[in-house]
T-cell receptor
Framework: DVKVTQSSRYLVKRTGEKVFLECVQD?????MFWYRQDPGLGLRLIYF???????EKGDIPEGYSVSREKKERFSLILESASTNQTSMYLC???????????FGPGTRLLVL | QKEVEQDPGPLSVPEGAIVSLNCTYS??????FMWYRQYSRKGPELLMY????GNKEDGRFTAQVDKSSKYISLFIRDSQPSDSATYLC?????????FGSGTKLNVKP
């Protein structure tokens, strides 16, 4: 079974803090993704990576950065957290062409 | 226009009913289609994955793709209260995935 794990299920941070969200997959997938999910807005792609040290901006990259130093690990960084970044953050991974995405359990982030 | 459109529901059915969930999409380059089930406060779980047009069955679930009309469906037979969740459809074009906003399903005992 594909396993995608996220470092925290719930996180509470203060405005201005630097926040790290980590994602690890154990299936040697090339592609990894970060989404945020908000009521009424659905899933929105923040960043994705199709190889180690490679990254591509998604639809809403502002206020976020990512790091992929190892194939199995993809980190999302909120440089200076703001209240409008309160959301459910979902990590996903997939093999190359022709493979579906597999999601992690999500991190519910609350920024006060 | 969103790449994938999905009625948000909620859809409420009695236990044992056949459920039909539907999506339309606009990008004719989509080749792969997925259905995910998401329980409240959890990550989406892959239910079905299909390539191109046709039907795919897995237990009580059947996924159907009609590329000519850009229409994808998920049928759930003998629905159970444990099927109550939000169902997301998605299409894939190369390395990008496009999701519907999800349909909330409630199966009443």
């Amino acid at each position: 079974d594909v396993k995608v794990t996220q470092s925290s299920r719930y996180l509470v941070k203060r405005t201005g803090e630097k926040v790290f969200l980590e994602c690890v997959q154990d299936m040697d997938h090339e592609n990894m993704f970060w989404y945020r999910q908000d009521p009424g807005l659905g899933l929105r792609l923040i960043y994705f990576s199709y190889d180690v040290k490679m990254k591509e901006k998604g639809d809403i990259p502002e206020g976020y950065s990512v790091s992929r130093e190892k194939k199995e690990r993809f980190s999302l960084i909120l440089e200076s957290a703001s209240t409008n970044q309160t959301s459910m953050y979902l990590c996903a991974s997939s093999l190359g062409r022709g493979s579906p995405q597999y999601f992690g359990p999500g991190t519910r982030l609350l920024v006060l | 226009q969103k790449e994938v459109e999905q009625d948000p529901g909620p859809l409420s059915v009695p236990e044992g009913a056949i459920v039909s969930l539907n999506c339309t999409y606009s990008n004719s380059a989509f080749q792969y289609f997925m259905w995910y089930r998401q329980y409240s406060r959890k990550g989406p779980e892959l239910l079905m994955y299909t390539y191109s047009s046709g039907n795919k069955e897995d237990g009580r679930f059947t996924a159907q793709v009609d590329k000519s009309s850009k229409y994808i469906s998920l049928f759930i037979r003998d629905s159970q209260p444990s099927d109550s969740a939000t169902y997301l459809c998605a299409g894939r074009n190369f390395n990008k995935f496009y999701f519907g906003s999800g349909t909330k399903l409630n199966v009443k005992p």
